[in-house]
């Protein structure tokens, strides 16, 4: 069985455009791909690109 791969907060954000705040805001919202590590966020890799996938369209918002 392939082991998942994780990325950074830093990462994410690079690979989509937005500030790794933003990355760190959505990591609270449901059903966002992540582990919560102390403080830090890691992120899968495969499932991020998939939760992107099926929220294209929405308007996600994050406060």
């Known amino acids: 069985m392939e ?8 990462e994410a954000s690079e690979r989509i455009g937005i500030c790794p705040d933003g990355i760190r805001k959505l990591a ?9 590590i102390g403080r830090r966020y890691i992120i899968n890799k ?18």
């Open 3 to 10: 082991e998942p791969e994780y990325i950074s907060v830093q």
């Open 28 to 36: 609270k919202q449901p059903g966002f791909p992540c582990v919560r």
């Open 46 to 63: 495969k499932r991020f690109f998939e939760w992107m996938d099926k929220n294209e369209g929405k308007e996600i918002v994050i406060e």
